[in-house]
C-alpha cells in the first residue's frame, strides 16, 4: 500500500494535526468520548476526526465507531469538510458530517477557534447483533457541543436572559443574575454571538453498509429490496420484500432496470461512450496479462495491444464484449447482445442522476470490479481490499493510471464518467420515504415471472422485442 500513499491515493487530503494547542484540545475531545488519550505530538486526522496513527497507537482503528454504529466526531476546523471519511461503514456518514458542517460553517468556526467541537451521529440502534437490526435504522440525528460544552451553556444563558426580561422583579434577583454573569464569561455576549448549532436529522432510507459482509439496503424505490454481497441464505429472514446477492445477476438487472436506477453507457448524454468503453477494455487487458504473468511495459495503448495479440483467443469475453459495443458506439453496424447474465453487462451501466447516484455506482463497481477507476472512485474499501492481492504489475500500472489520468483532473475525470456538475459530490439526503402501496397478488407474479428472464440489451425484458 506504500505506492498509493506515495502517490497520494490513499490517506491523502487528511488533515495534519502538528501544534501542541489543537493536539491537547483533541486530547480533551477524545477523552470526553472514549476515556481515552494520546501520546502522539502530531498526526493527521480526517472528516470525522479519526487519526490512523492514533488508531495503531490504540491497537484500534474504531476508537470513534464503536460497535461500526453511531459514529463519533471531533471537529478541529472547518477544513476537515475536505478530507475523507476512513473505515466509513455505512454510505450516508460521509454526506451527513459534510452537510453538518456546511450549514454551521460559521458557528463551527467561531466555537473551533478556542475549543474541539465533539459529537456522534446517533440513532436507535446501538449494537447489530443480526442483519435484520439493519432495518430499524431510519433516523440519523447529529449532536454536538465542545468539549467545554459551550453550546449547552449558551443555550442555557439565552434562557436565563429570557426569564430576566420578562419575570416580574428579576432586576432583584440576585441569584439569576449571578448565575447569568457566570455563564457569560465562557460564552461572551449570547444575544449579539449566539452559539447555536442548526440541527440535523436526517432519514436514512437507502444505504450501504459494510456490516455482515456487506449489504445494499433499498427501501425508498417502487419496487424495495436488498443485495447482499455474500451468500444471501447466511443473513437470515430479512423484513423487506426481496433479498438478492450477487450471484443473482439477472435479479439484479431487472430491479436496478424496474426502478430506473441506472442508463447504458452507450445512450447516456454529454459523454464520450467510446472512450470510456475503450479504456474499461485496457483495465480487463491488463488484469489478463498479470495472471499470464507477460511483460505490461509501460502499459501504453501500444504496449496493450501486444498484450492482446500474446493473449489472443484466451481474451476475456468482457473483453470481446466491450470491443463490439464500441465498435457500435464508434461506427455504428451490428447492434451487440449483452444480456444481464453475461460478464459485461455491468460494465456497459452508470447510475442516472438521482439522489442514490453514488449508492448506484458503488454497486455497480461491486459487480464490475476489473474497471479500478469506477471502483477507485465509487467504492475505495473495496479497491483497497483487492488492491492487496494484485500482482505488483498490475499495482504499479494502476496507481500510476490514477496519479496521471485522475488525481490531475478529479472533477473532468467524474464529469467524464458520471455526467452532471460534481457527480460524485454528496447528493442530497433522501427525504423520509412515503409509505408504499402494498403490491396485488397479480403484480407479484407478474415480477415474479419477470425475474427468471434475462434482461435484454439494456433494460428490455426477454420478450419485449
Known sequence: MGLLIEKGLMFGNLVPVTSSALVERYNRALKKLTGRQTKLTDFHIDLSGYSPEIGDELGDDLYLNQNGCNREFILLTTDQRRAPLLNAKFSASRPILKRFIAENEAELFALTARDAVCGELTNSVYELSKPERLFDIRRIKVEADTTGSHVAEAQKLAGLIERFRNEEDAWWDDVLIAEMIGLAKSTGDVT?????????VVDQANFWTSHFGGLYVFRDVPHP??????AKDRLGPLPIADVYDLGQRNEIAHFLEANDLVEPIVKARGIDAAAILGQKMDFILVEAGAQLGLDLGEATRADLRNV????????????RALGDLKRWAEAGGTWPTISSEHPAYFYTLRARNHADRDLVNQLLAELSPLDVRQLF?????????LYRHWSPTKQHYVARFLE??????KAGAREALFGGDEPMADPPVSPPAAPKPPVSPWERARRD?????LVG???ALKGDR
Open 225 to 230: 429490496a436488498a443485495i447482499s454481497i455474500g
Open 457 to 459: 440489451p439494456w433494460g
Open 308 to 319: 492482446a495479440r500474446q493473449v489472443g483467443s484466451a481474451l476475456p469475453v468482457e473483453f
Open 192 to 200: 449579539r454571538n449566539p452559539l447555536a448549532l442548526r440541527p440535523l
Open 377 to 385: 472512485i465509487c467504492h475505495k474499501e473495496l479497491f483497497y481490499s
Open 449 to 453: 415471472r419477470a425475474l427468471i428472464d
Open 404 to 409: 496521471q489520468e485522475y488525481l490531475t483532473d
